[in-house]
């Protein structure tokens, strides 16, 4: 089927949206298209990041009633055209406001109303995700969203920050969504690289975003005072802060872009997409290793995105540890919970990936332990087994559970204190993240998520989150080994517990890991992440910057290496003079990214900028 999504300008007089609506539907059903995507608030103009409206009475008036003129003729557009157009609008949920007190707020809701080709409503999506003063103004969505089924395939419908987050679009896979529709109205272009290829391939489905393009600023309304105060703030935020950035897109299921308008000037794009194939859709994916999407999912574990976390009795003061009981060996030899326990300002970080095998492997990492001062030392899963397969072998197993336990021996022995090595190994024949320290195993995360390729390993119930004495202070961190950091849910629990640092040795098995999922996980918990893999060749069909203004470029295929990556996080403490914030890049939440690259990756990283709860005391 043929998906389009246009972008344009909107003001805050509803008559001159309508028409800008109609005429961009026009245009776009050139190309006769069965799916048209418009942006969010196409009846009125909004910013999230100021209070545009005067009051209430305003956003009342700006907002529409179901039943009136301008969604009847959005309505009567998909019927002239036989398609289905999503439209996302401001409505009117109370049936009267009666009253001209401007302090008081009415119900309106920021919804995405789907019409069909015969010229009806056959779907209304309030919005779950209010951000800044949209919350002022508007009402959260109280009900869960459901896809609607199409001779085409089966449609979800997104608005704003619903999809800068994997929870809602999560939500539309399970229930057997193709595609994704998307109205947005954005200054950041966070969404664009980022998150909407990560919604794509993380649950198989293709995503059709339309942005705003033009001021999002009411400038006959603005107060020149007020706009000038903003733009010389110390952290000086620049007016294009206020300008919509367009690039509506539709991308493809693995992540790649199919069509994208590359700059916010008015217009559309299309494409034409397959909704029948076989791993289209969260319950149709199959990993590269057989294993299937919709298998590995335990709900259990994420009851509440709360109750899976292991919380346990404090040892020193407020500490919780994990069940391993040498971490409180490792308390009272350290001493660090009792003299810093201050969150971590910085740590350094490394990650390490030999390419030897077996007992060369542990030699070599030792020598770089020996010779290295980070923090902490993050390797592949089952760095030193070159061929995972040999695991599936009883006696090869039974070879490398010897090995992990010779590799605890010699790590530990040339580990300095406050220095932590992190990798995945066999003991007792389950396959589980490890943490140690000079002492020895300091803790253990068992697997948590079936993967063929370990469908030999027990799995765990229980995510343990650790607190980590640094000589800089300390830091909460979890482990995910396997499959288990692809899981969005499973990471969720572990950031609302509260960690800084999230370390994951794993096997690349996609480059969409690493070019969009782990980024987004990071982005949206807020959160540092280490993940190191043995570095793998995928065919490069993975959009670059410049793809669309090379059209040459773009049949060619090539194989590209991926490895893995360190995360972390922007800081903008002015009282930090190191961490001073910088110009304004068109990102909002966009992590610092060093890629694994070559035997030795180092990065310093800020645990202290994941701490949310003394960054919400400081703002």
């Not at 009900?143 to 800068?164: I, N």
């Not at 919509?244 to 559309?268: C, H, M, R, Y």
């Not at 220095?419 to 020895?440: D, N």
């Not at 040459?552 to 991926?562: G, L, V």
């Amino acid at each position: 089927m043929r998906v389009a999504v246009c972008q344009f300008t909107t003001s805050l007089n509803a008559q001159e949206n309508l028409a800008t609506c109609i005429r961009m539907i026009n245009e776009t059903a050139a190309c006769k298209p069965a799916v048209l995507v418009l942006p969010e608030f196409c009846n009125t103009l909004f910013c999230h990041a100021q209070p545009w409206y005067v009051d209430h009475n305003q956003a009342w008036n700006e907002a529409l009633s179901i039943d009136g003129d301008f969604l009847h003729a959005i309505a009567a557009q998909a019927k002239k055209h036989d398609c289905y157009i999503v439209a996302n609008v401001t409505l009117q949920r109370d049936l009267c406001r009666d009253h001209q007190n401007g302090t008081i707020k009415s119900n309106i809701s920021v919804t995405s109303c789907l019409f069909s080709p015969i010229g009806k409503i056959i779907q209304q999506v309030d919005k779950h995700t209010l951000t800044g003063h949209e919350n002022d103004f508007f009402i959260s969505a109280s009900s869960v969203a459901e896809v609607v089924t199409t001779p085409f395939g089966k449609l979800g419908l997104l608005a704003g920050s619903d999809s800068m987050t994997f929870a809602a679009p999560r939500r539309l896979a399970l229930s057997g969504a193709h595609l994704l529709c998307n109205s947005i109205n954005t200054f950041a272009i966070d969404q664009s690289n980022l998150h909407d290829p990560a919604r794509a391939c993380e649950n198989r489905v293709f995503v059709a975003t339309a942005n705003k393009i033009g001021s999002l600023v009411p400038n006959n309304k603005l107060q020149a005072k007020t706009l000038n105060e903003i733009i010389s703030a110390p952290s000086a935020v620049p007016q294009a802060y206020f300008m919509a950035v367009g690039l509506s897109q539709i991308v493809s299921p693995d992540g790649k872009v199919l069509a994208k308008l590359t700059t916010n000037e008015e217009g559309f794009i299309f494409a034409d997409i397959d909704v029948s194939g076989t791993e289209v859709g969260f319950n149709n994916k199959l990993r590269p290793d057989g294993t299937e999407l919709i298998q590995q999912r335990r709900p259990e574990l994420y009851q509440g995105l709360t109750a899976a976390i292991k919380q346990k009795a404090p040892t020193n003061k407020t500490v919780s540890t994990n069940k391993t009981v040498s971490i409180n060996k490792v308390f009272q030899h350290e001493q660090a919970l009792e003299h810093n326990s201050q969150v971590a300002t910085t740590a350094n970080v490394a990650i390490f990936a030999t390419y030897k095998s077996n007992e060369q492997a542990i030699e070599d990492v030792c020598h770089y332990i020996e010779n290295n001062l980070s923090d902490i030392i993050q390797l592949p899963e089952l760095f030193f087994v070159a061929d995972k397969a040999l695991t599936n072998d009883a006696k090869q197993l039974a070879q490398i559970a010897e090995l992990s336990k010779q590799l605890i021996d010699q790590v530990s022995s040339v580990l300095r204190p406050f220095q932590y090595l992190c990798t995945s190994l066999v003991i007792e024949g389950i396959h589980q993240a490890v943490l140690i320290s000079k002492h020895g195993l300091l803790a253990t995360q068992q697997q948590l998520h079936f993967c063929k390729r370990y469908q030999w390993t027990a799995l765990g119930d229980e995510l343990n989150i650790i607190e980590l004495p640094l000589e800089q202070g300390n830091i909460s961190l979890a482990m995910l080994t396997a499959d288990d950091a692809n899981i969005a849910e499973i990471v969720k629990v572990a950031a609302l517990s509260g960690i800084h640092l999230l370390l994951v040795p794993f096997d690349i098995q996609e480059a969409c890991e690493v070019e969009y999922s782990l980024l987004s996980r990071a982005a949206e918990n807020r959160i540092c992440i280490v993940a190191a893999s043995r570095e793998k060749s995928f065919v490069n069909d993975l959009p670059n910057e410049n793809a669309n203004n090379n059209t040459a470029n773009n049949n060619k295929i090539k194989a590209h290496k991926s490895t893995g990556l360190i995360a972390n996080l922007t800081t903008d403490f002015s009282f930090l003079p190191q961490w001073q914030a910088p110009k304004f890049t068109g990102y909002i939440n966009q992590p610092l990214v060093k890629y694994q690259y070559g035997k030795i990756t180092k990065a310093v990283i800020h645990p202290f900028a994941a701490d949310n709860k003394l960054m919400a005391k400081i703002k």
